[in-house]
């Protein structure tokens, strides 16, 4: 049980990771990167059905965090949308080398 | 002593006096219309936390809030580091014409509430507390550098910040819930027990680290983990980049430091630490390749660049690989290198950028061109200053950089990695290069018509001389502090 759930959840991650690497879209990239972070919820709360409750009380933490995380995230995805009309990161090309 | 709750509070009185100034500024953000007030107002919370820092170094070391927080001097030394951060950049932030722009109230509260994050970044001791802290400590940084408003840069600097540290701290707990499954608890004692019986599987133990060191590693800016600092430090208003380039550094080492030493290695002999949780492999040759990457990395990329901001941000970066110098030789005396390069590294860099500060409030530019015969141009003594600063950064004796930098090689060339040390002395030779063209810049170079004379920030001056004085002395007379960070070295034991 424990094998499959944590397979599951490195796969989520490797999507997770995957996905911000590749896609372009600020939103979706930033949904990527929650899908990390529900990787590691599975993976703690797997691992706190043989170990310990700790992991549970992490997730909860993490799920606030997130929360936050995308209440900040938005509010600045808003503020460049208002600059330049898009979320597409390619075009974000003010600061470079 | 492990104490519980209640009991805790009589000991957290720094952390208190934060929260209180912050919760006060709060309230008084809607209903006083003078903004600028609300600055000394934050200044004054912080001298009185620091003050009570410093009263409280020296206890015996405690576990506090249910073994959540450790108090000791380990963690009240970057304590001390943050809230002389913090008052640096206040009053940097009073004289700038940059935050003028933006919301003072909400600044000033953000800003504190960064440096109150680092607390617990430093006093962490469980994964939950250092996730927590680290977390508070950037969500606060994404709004602070996304603060100036109608500033297409600011915007697209917290933005980038905001995708590299999402995924930063998503790995890093992506490992440490690795670390929870193998060691069965979240708490460090119980880890460390764990990994003095060996741990668990090898190579799933070795990418739990790899991904903490990640996380970690993004808010100390080393390679490869530091793309973020060169767009967030040139987007960001600068009296921030200061506070982010050596409290952000400081706070990232004070993590880095308690996970992997006291966490998970043990205090052997004569000051030497055993890490046993990787016996089959080579630990420290991958902290060696990260810190040559990281410093060569840093000094290539500032080598051509032409806004000054950006320059300090890959120095930064080239100086945490300085930093992480002291991590691979595994005994007291690296961590103690480590200790003093950070506090010389908080005076001097934060100086750099109070003169940055300076000229982008007379001319409004940040390139190099707005520093050509800077010293003519009614800004000798910041000139002067940021001269001393950039030989102090570069290690020139007998400024404070170099003291620092000589602790760092010692320790190294007494653990034998000679191969180490010799790319860090020729890293200092390249980093001369860039350093030194700015001081040519500033001193040598002829001002062109267009560029006017630069009115100094008054309100900066006494800030700016104070960090000079001390760049100086600490040069020559360091041993106080050297006295201090090796005190600063006693951490709660598991």
Redesign the interface.
């Known amino acids: 049980m424990l094998t499959e759930a944590l397979t599951t959840s490195a796969l989520l991650f490797v999507i997770g990771t995957f996905g911000v690497l590749v896609r372009r879209n600020a939103i979706i990239m930033f949904l990527c990167i929650e899908l990390q972070l529900n990787a590691v919820n599975l993976a703690l709360v797997a691992f706190s059905r043989y170990v310990g409750v700790e992991g549970q009380v992490f997730v909860f933490f993490v799920m606030t965090v997130a929360a936050a995380e995308a209440a900040v995230g938005l509010a600045i995805i808003i503020s460049i949308f208002r600059h330049y009309r898009t979320v597409n990161v390619d075009n974000f090309n003010l600061l470079k080398w | 002593m492990d104490l519980g709750n209640v009991a805790s509070l009589s000991l957290f009185y720094p952390e208190i006096v934060l929260a209180g100034t912050i919760l006060v500024l709060t309230i008084l953000d809607l209903v006083v219309a003078n903004k600028r007030a609300m600055a000394y107002l934050g200044l004054a919370g912080c001298l009185v936390a620091l003050g009570a820092t410093v009263d409280l170094y020296g206890t015996e070391p405690t576990l506090l809030f249910h073994r959540m927080v450790a108090l000791d001097n380990f963690s009240l030394f970057f304590k001390v580091v943050t809230l002389a951060a913090l008052v640096g950049a206040i009053w940097m932030s009073i004289g700038s014409g940059e935050v003028r722009q933006v919301h003072l109230g909400e600044y000033y509260i953000v800003l504190l509430t960064c440096g109150f994050g680092m607390f617990f970044m430093a006093s962490a001791n469980n ?2 507390m250092a ?2 802290g680290l ?1 508070l400590v950037s ?1 606060t940084s ?2 602070l550098t ?1 603060m100036l408003p109608h500033n ?2 600011s ?6 910040y ?2 590299y540290g ?2 930063a701290s ?2 890093m ?2 490992g ?3 670390v ?2 193998m060691a ?3 708490d460090y004692a119980t880890i460390n027990a764990a990994m003095a019986e060996g741990g668990g599987n090898q190579i799933a133990l070795f990418m739990a680290f790899v991904f903490i060191l990640a996380g970690f590693g993004y808010k100390m800016a080393f390679a490869p983990f530091h793309m973020w600092s ?2 967030v430090y ?2 960001a208003p600068t009296p921030f980049t200061g506070f982010l380039s050596v409290a952000s550094n400081a706070a990232g080492v004070a993590i880095l430091i308690r996970f992997f030493y006291p966490a998970v290695s043990t205090l052997g002999q004569e000051g030497a630490w055993a890490f046993q949780a990787l016996p089959a492999l080579q630990w420290t040759d991958l902290l060696v390749a990260l810190s040559i990457i990281t410093m060569t990395w840093g000094n290539l ?1 500032a080598l051509n660049q032409r806004n000054v901001k950006r320059l300090l941000a890959y120095s930064g970066i080239a100086h945490a690989g300085y930093i992480m110098m002291g991590l691979v030789v595994l005994n007291n005396d690296g961590l103690n290198a480590m200790l003093f390069y950070v506090v010389v590294y908080l005076i001097m860099n934060l100086g750099a950028f109070l003169v940055v500060m300076i000229v982008a409030n007379a001319t409004g530019r940040e390139d190099m061109d707005a520093y050509r015969g800077l010293a003519w141009r009614g800004a000798a003594f910041p000139a002067v200053c940021m001269m001393v600063f950039l030989a102090s950064l570069t290690g020139l004796p007998p400024m404070a950089g170099f003291i620092g930098k000589l602790l760092l090689v010692a320790a190294i060339i007494e653990g034998q990695f000679y191969v180490l040390a010799v790319v860090a002395m020729i890293n200092t030779v390249v980093s001369l290069y860039y350093y030194w063209r700015i001081v040519k810049t500033m001193f040598l170079d002829e001002p062109a018509p267009e560029d006017g004379p630069v009115a100094a920030t008054a309100s900066a001056m006494p800030l700016l001389g104070a960090l000079m004085v001390l760049t100086i002395v600490l040069g020559v007379y360091w041993a106080p502090l050297l006295d201090y960070t090796t005190g600063s070295l006693g951490f709660f034991m598991p």
Do not use: H, N
């Open positions: 994964l939950l996730y927590l977390e969500l994404y709004i996304g297409r840069r915007a697209e600097a917290a933005l980038k905001l995708i999402g995924v998503g790995t707990i992506y440490m819930s690795w929870f499954g069965g608890s979240l060169p767009d040139q987007g990329s």
